[in-house]
């Protein structure tokens, strides 16, 4: 990855961890989960509004480092309309490009989430912007499990 890229991609990163979007309690959620990385201290909840199987919204409290931050802030921008169908292959793909694995998906369908592509050189924060997908897992099945990454 060239300087100008990796430049962008850090700034990309800032930006939501400065000003994360949909950064709040979502009052109607049908369902929500909590996260928590002991590692580094890491916490989020997650919110949910499904309707019919399709995200209509979606959003997370909770305190973290700026990967795990931006990481809830991206995933929340990016799955608003999505069915669970798709939420979940967008997980695998982007798990996949966190850990270094071969994309399954084209990196045009991951939008923002490729600007995690150079956390897979950094085994130690993975689990910094895996942990608000982990924990949208659990919204999505319900049972209001807490997520660790340990």
């Not at 989020?44 to 931050?69: H, M, N, P, Q, R």
């Not at 809830?72 to 309309?81: C, H, N, P, Y």
């Not at 169908?85 to 793909?93: C, I, R, T, V």
């Amino acid at each position: 990855m060239n300087t100008e890229l990796q430049d962008l991609y850090q700034e990309l990163i800032l930006d939501h961890g400065r000003r994360p979007r949909n950064f709040r309690r979502l009052e109607d959620a049908d369902r929500s989960a909590e996260g928590y990385n002991p590692l580094c201290g890491d916490k989020v909840k997650i919110y949910v509004k499904l309707d019919d199987e399709v995200v209509k919204d979606i959003s997370f409290e909770g305190a973290g480092c700026a990967i795990s931050t931006a990481s809830a802030s991206i995933m929340t921008e990016i799955l608003k309309g999505k069915t669970r169908a798709e939420a979940e292959k967008l997980f695998d793909s982007f798990h996949d490009l966190v850990t270094g694995k071969p994309a399954k998906l084209d990196s045009s369908d991951l939008g923002k989430l490729e600007v995690f592509s150079g956390v897979s050189e950094f085994p130690m924060r993975v689990k910094c912007a895996t942990l608000s997908w982990h924990t949208l897992q659990s919204a999505l099945k319900g049972n209001g499990a807490v997520v660790s990454t340990e």
